[in-house]
C-alpha cells in the first residue's frame, strides 16, 4: 500500500494542530488510513501529512477540488495553499 505524503504552510501551528482530527476524518473519507501529521524542525510554519493509501486517486480528488465542508475546515485551521502531494515509489 503505497504512502502519500501531504506538505503545505498554515498560518499558526497551535492553530492547525487543533484541527488534526478533521484532518484525519478527510484523508479517512478517500480511504487513507495510518494517518501521521508532522511539524517542522526549524520551527517554520510548514507541515506535513503522511498516510497509507489503497488507491490515490479519491485523495488526490479531494486535493485538487476539496467540497465546501472540507474547504470550510482547512480555512478554520490555517491551511495556506498551495498543497503539494507525494506518493511513495
Known amino acids: 500500500m503505497p504512502r502519500i505524503v501531504i506538505t503545505h504552510a ?4 497551535e492553530r492547525w494542530l ?6 484525519a ?3 479517512g473519507s478517500t480511504g487513507g488510513t495510518n494517518v501521521t501529521d508532522y511539524v517542522a524542525l526549524d520551527g517554520s510554519n ?7 493509501v489503497e488507491d ?3 485523495l488526490k480528488a ?3 477540488s476539496p467540497p465546501p465542508e472540507v474547504l470550510a475546515k482547512m480555512q478554520e485551521h490555517g ?4 498543497i503539494a502531494a ?3 515509489a
Open 25 to 27: 476524518e478527510a484523508i
Open 18 to 23: 487543533k484541527g488534526t482530527e478533521d484532518s
Open 46 to 52: 510548514t507541515i506535513a501529512v503522511t498516510a497509507d
Open 10 to 13: 498554515v498560518v499558526e501551528i
Open 62 to 64: 479531494i486535493l485538487a
Open 86 to 88: 507525494y506518493i511513495e
Open 79 to 82: 491551511v495556506i495553499p498551495p
Open 56 to 58: 490515490p486517486a479519491p
